[in-house]
């Protein structure tokens, strides 16, 4: 719940000139669902792409509030947060029906990223990959092969959000390996081409440690990415 329209298509605006220099990296922002049309025509021709932050489980009717994957799909949106821990934890939002909102997502041809990550009490009670694995089985064990495409997965332990607090670049790419070794077991072939992010205070200057780890392949960033000059940092140091 940041920016103005305004603010937004600035942001975008500039985030869209400095994603022009790096052919070699994909780029995608999530504004608010009243921003998502003006930024989509900011972003016009960029390589830079549009997400949204949230849709509804519902295909569509008298659900007051909510917006579907396919008016996602006409305001231009490509890819959809599905699982954010903010919905998880804050709106107690459950697996069952984030595995509805994923099959909406999916039934319109957008790629989903599906957020995971255990809290600080599951952490240090040895917990943390048995609740990750479970996130993932839960919404993302029945797709097909040919879903798979528009999946990837953003690791976010929610104890490194909004914290300052940052798992190290070895703590998160132990997470990612078993995201991966899961993937792999339920498709041998897309676990090497999936996209897993890190998601937790990533900023411009732990960014490239945390990509050089092997199964690190994107960030998921908060606020860092909210002013236009760290968000270029993020851009160039995310080698």
């Given at each position: 719940m940041n920016l103005t329209i305004?603010?937004?298509?600035?942001?975008?605006?500039?985030?869209?000139?400095?994603?022009s220099a790096y052919n070699d990296r994909k780029v995608l922002i999530f504004p608010t669902f009243?921003?998502?049309?003006?930024?989509?025509?900011?972003?016009?021709?960029?390589?830079?792409?549009?997400?949204?932050?949230?849709?509804?489980g519902e295909k569509d009717g008298a659900f007051t509030g909510e917006v579907s994957a396919a008016q996602l799909k006409d305001a231009?949106?490509?890819y959809v947060l599905i699982g954010h821990s903010e919905r998880r934890h804050i709106l107690k939002e459950s697996e069952e029906f984030l595995k509805r909102k994923l099959d909406r997502v999916l039934e319109?041809?957008?790629?989903?990223?599906?957020?995971?990550?255990?809290?600080?009490?599951?952490?240090?009670?040895?917990?943390?990959?048995?609740?990750?694995?479970?996130?993932?089985?839960?919404?993302?064990a029945s797709i097909s092969a040919n879903e798979w495409q528009q999946i990837s997965i953003a690791y976010e332990p929610?104890?490194?959000?909004?914290?300052?607090k940052n798992a190290t670049p070895e703590d998160a790419q132990s997470m990612h390996a078993t995201i991966r070794k899961r993937v792999a077991e339920?498709?041998?072939?897309?676990?090497?081409?999936?996209?897993?992010?890190?998601?937790?205070?990533?900023?411009?200057?732990?960014?490239?440690?945390?990509?050089?780890?092997?199964?690190?392949?994107?960030?998921?960033?908060?606020?860092?990415?909210?002013k236009s000059e760290s968000f270029a940092d993020l851009i160039k140091n995310a080698m």
């Open positions: 305004r603010e937004a298509e600035a942001l975008a605006q500039a985030v869209g000139d400095n994603a009243l921003q998502l049309s003006s930024v989509h025509q900011v972003l016009g021709k960029t390589n830079v792409m549009l997400g949204a932050q949230n849709c509804s231009g949106v490509q319109q041809g957008l790629a989903a990223m599906l957020c995971v990550g255990e809290t600080l009490a599951e952490r240090e009670s040895g917990k943390a990959e048995e609740v990750v694995i479970g996130q993932i089985n839960s919404v993302l929610v104890w490194a959000i909004g914290t300052g339920l498709n041998k072939d897309i676990a090497p081409k999936i996209r897993i992010l890190y998601g937790g205070s990533v900023k411009p200057d732990n960014i490239a440690a945390l990509m050089a780890k092997e199964d690190i392949d994107g960030a998921l960033v908060g606020g860092a990415s909210l």
